[in-house]
């Protein structure tokens, strides 16, 4: 298992829990889930433009 704490970001603690699940989910960084999380606001909302 991939084992990473992502610096800097200031979220919430239940946020920081959904990003633990789904590292351990998905076996990827903590900067890996919030990457793609990202990626996938920004289609949404170049969607809705």
């Known amino acids: ?3 990473s704490v992502s ?3 200031r979220l919430k603690p239940s946020t ?3 990003v633990k ?3 351990l989910n998905l076996n990827i ?3 890996k889930v919030i990457r793609a999380a ?3 606001y ?3 909302l ?3 433009q």
């Open 1 to 3: 298992m991939i084992q």
């Open 7 to 9: 610096k800097g970001y």
């Open 16 to 18: 920081h829990n959904m």
């Open 21 to 23: 699940k789904l590292q």
């Open 29 to 31: 960084t903590q900067d």
């Open 38 to 40: 990202m990626k996938l």
């Open 42 to 44: 920004s289609e949404h």
């Open 46 to 48: 170049k969607k809705q």
